[in-house]
């Protein structure tokens, strides 16, 4: 569903590349999970699937589509959770809901968005109420609803659990879990090593760039993973 | 969940998805419009200010309607009980005439207050209008008043831009920018979906107008110089002409949103062009199409006439041309003494007189309008990019308050001057025997009193074919403008 083939930007004076040479793939049903330091090259991953910027060499594909190429149509497959989902203050939790799913070119009644925000475990009192009160984990929640209502096939998480409490952040996984087991293909970029693995199908570690790791969820351990990631990124071997 | 995931549906016709996205679009940002207790607030406030100044002006103009009506028939009671006296010193003792109050003139007083209300018609002379009621004024009354059209403008330009210059900006800066165009959304419906939202706001605004003028030119009851329905029509097509105006705003600020850095930008940008659309432009553009399409003095135009006047003899029989004259009416009248003449000489000769000050008065009058409507052409043609030298003059003429309704009614009123004149100098020709001859109440009663019936919506259509045209470039362009700004709109 989503794949990176040979996927490079430099930016214009930048001595390296932000991305090098990325190459993966991910199916439907599948929780990619990208981790790595400040600068690895995650967040320009996920940006080049949406063609915010676009690659200097290589193609990103969503679902075949090339982002670069037909970038409505590829986006039209995906669904975008950021680290903080940006809503519409003035709006409720419901019209911001029945915003982005019209705009998406879906539709849905009134009380299906609502089940949509209560399935993403948004309380139903909070759900007409104006998003400017909300707490950043009720705004991811309505991200995911929003990605659940307009049918999205890959799901592009950029550090979508930062700043939550460790309930909500645990409830969040639990939502991606519920994705995952109906069939989207989640590409997930975070700094929580707890996150990829409770979720993760594959863990690919990023360092300078390049895709330096790649394990299988079940082939590593906490503990495991968490050297390897260290490794990586003190550039010395740790115990 | 997978139930829950079906109940959404993908809209598959093209057409069915790009209006339900636009309707998201157009409702998504009335609700924050009507929630943004600032811009309600401000919108009333130009509603309320614009009632007020048509309430005003429909008052003002209700008092000098019912002014002009007393003093026209003032005048004509004057005119008819002047007594006996001979024809000729009639036609010298002259009537006033009044021009009628345009009843959209309480919308756009145009160039009313600076070009006279009434013209003095007597022997021999085109008099010029007089009684300029900006005259009576203090300083802001003579800067211009406040009216609903300078309210139209000059003030709701600056609401539209004040709601539409952070658009894209804010969107970005907010992070819902990335949000949006992550679901695919085309810019492009973007920009159409936020453009129709203010399109929306436009007829909020002008709405309230429309009704009230409505209202009021009903109650304003002249239909003698006016007709009622021609006077709605223009309303409409007013009105509809600064939905154009300002929708170029819409678009414009729009624009302006996609392709500046931050929404400081925008709005500096924004409000630069709405000072030089408002306040500069006007100025400048005047001062370049006066030095181009140069118009003479006063003095210098009552000079020229003066001038060729010389030529002619007027009451001087000693003048050359009065020698050929009287030569040229012995010869006709085969006879050798104007005594023996069968119709009153006198006559003839005021006769001859009248008829080549007429030529003298249309060659200088014409050449002058001539000027004015170079000036006013050039004065529009920049309109396309600076709408308000298109709005101005298209909202006079339709107010029936630019210069040319005014030329309008100074020709009729120099028609019924040349009536008056044909008419004394005629009955001086056949019944005058000597000059002691005197006419009485009969002849002044059987010269019809002034009247002026208001040039139709045709008039109006047909002089701002020009003003029409830059409206509609002005919004074409600003769309082009905004189309291409968000073609490469990027959410970072």
Redesign the interface.
């Known amino acids: 569903m989503l794949e990176a083939i040979r996927l490079t930007k430099r930016y214009e004076g930048a001595p390296t590349p932000a991305l090098d040479d990325l190459n993966l793939s991910v199916a439907a049903g599948d929780v990619f999970c990208l981790l790595g330091p400040n600068g690895a090259g995650k967040t320009t991953t996920v940006n080049l699937f949406l063609n915010f910027i676009q690659p200097t060499e290589g193609e990103a594909l969503v679902g075949g589509i090339n982002s670069l190429r037909d970038p409505i149509a590829s986006r039209a497959k995906l669904a975008y959770i950021p680290e903080t989902v940006m809503l519409y203050g003035a709006l409720s939790g419901l019209e911001n809901l029945q915003y982005f799913t019209k705009v998406s070119g879906n539709d849905a009644s009134s009380s299906d968005l609502l089940s949509f925000l209560a399935l993403a475990g948004l309380p139903l009192e909070a759900a007409t109420r104006p998003v400017r009160d909300y707490s950043k984990g009720m705004r991811q929640k309505v991200g995911v609803a929003i990605a659940l209502a307009r049918r999205a096939q890959a799901l592009l998480l950029d550090e979508p659990t930062s700043g939550l409490d460790p309930l909500a952040a645990n409830e969040f996984a639990g939502l991606i879990e519920k994705l995952r087991c109906d069939g989207m293909a989640v590409l997930m970029v975070t700094h929580d090593l707890f996150l990829a693995k409770q979720c993760a199908t594959k863990i690919g570690i990023m360092s300078a760039g390049k895709l330096a790791r790649v394990f299988g969820a079940n082939e590593v351990d906490h503990l495991s993973l968490e050297r390897a990631y260290l490794n990586l990124f003190t550039g010395q071997e740790v115990t | ?2 139930q ?2 079906l ?5 598959k016709s093209n057409s069915a ?1 790009r209006s ?2 636009l ?3 157009i ?2 940002e009335l ?2 419009m009507y ?2 207790r600032r811009l309600v607030a401000l919108s009333l406030f130009i509603v309320i200010l614009s009632l007020a100044a048509i309430l005003f002006g429909f008052t003002e103009n209700s008092r000098l309607a019912r002014e002009r009506v007393a003093a026209a028939k003032a005048d004509q009671l004057l005119w008819t009980g002047q007594g006996a006296k001979n024809p000729h010193a009639a036609a010298h003792f002259g009537q006033y005439a009044f021009k009628p109050v345009s009843p959209l003139s309480f919308i756009d007083p145009g160039v009313n207050p600076y070009v006279g209300t009434s013209v003095w018609l007597e022997a021999h002379k085109q008099n010029e209008t007089q009684f300029r009621s900006a005259r009576d004024k203090g300083l802001a009354g003579r800067l211009g008043g406040l009216s609903a059209a300078y309210i139209l403008q000059t003030i709701a330009p600056l609401l539209i831009l004040l709601v539409s210059f952070m658009s894209f900006t804010g969107e970005r800066e ?3 920018l ?9 810019p492009a ?1 973007l920009l159409i979906g936020k453009a129709l939202s203010f399109n929306i706001l436009i007829l909020v605004l002008i709405f309230p107008l429309v009704a009230f003028s409505a209202i009021a030119i009903a109650s304003f009851n002249n239909t003698i110089n006016f007709s009622l329905s021609d006077q709605l029509v223009r309303l409409i097509i007013m009105a509809l002409g600064y939905c154009l105006y300002l929708t170029g705003f819409a678009f414009l600020g729009l624009g302006f949103s996609a392709i500046s850095k931050n929404s400081r930008a925008a709005l500096i940008s924004l409000l630069a062009f709405w000072l030089i659309n408002s306040f500069l432009a006007p100025r400048l553009i005047t001062d370049i199409a006066r030095s181009y399409a140069p118009t003479p003095t006063a003095l210098e135009f009552r000079s020229a006439i003066a001038q060729d006047k010389a030529k002619t003899f007027g009451h001087d029989e000693t003048h050359p041309a009065f020698v050929l004259f009287r030569n040229e009416i012995l010869k006709k009248y085969n006879v050798a003494r104007i005594e023996d003449l069968p119709v009153n000489f006198r006559g003839l000769q005021l006769h001859r007189d009248d008829e080549a000050g007429y030529q003298i008065f249309d060659k200088h009058f014409s050449a002058l309008q001539e000027s004015f409507n170079r000036q006013d052409w050039l004065r529009t043609a920049p309109g396309f990019l600076f709408p308000i030298l298109a709005i101005t003059p298209f909202s006079m003429a339709f107010a029936g308050t630019d210069s040319l309704a005014q030329y309008d009614f100074t020709l009729t009123a120099e028609a019924h001057r040349r009536n008056i004149q044909n008419e004394v100098s005629d009955n001086i020709i056949n019944f005058a025997h000597n000059d002691s001859y005197v006419s009485g109440p009969e002849l002044w009663k059987r010269i019809a009193s002034f009247s002026y019936r208001s040039p139709s919506i045709y008039f109006a259509l047909d002089h701002s074919l020009e003003a029409i045209f830059m409206l509609l470039s002005w919004v074409a362009v600003t769309i082009i403008f905004a189309l291409l700004s968000v073609r490469n709109l ?3």
């Open positions: 969940m997978s829950l995931v109940n959404s549906n993908l809209i998805r339900n996205i309707s998201a679009i409702t998504k609700r924050e929630r943004d907010n992070g819902t990335r949000q949006l165009l992550s679901l695919g959304v085309k419906e990027r959410p970072i």
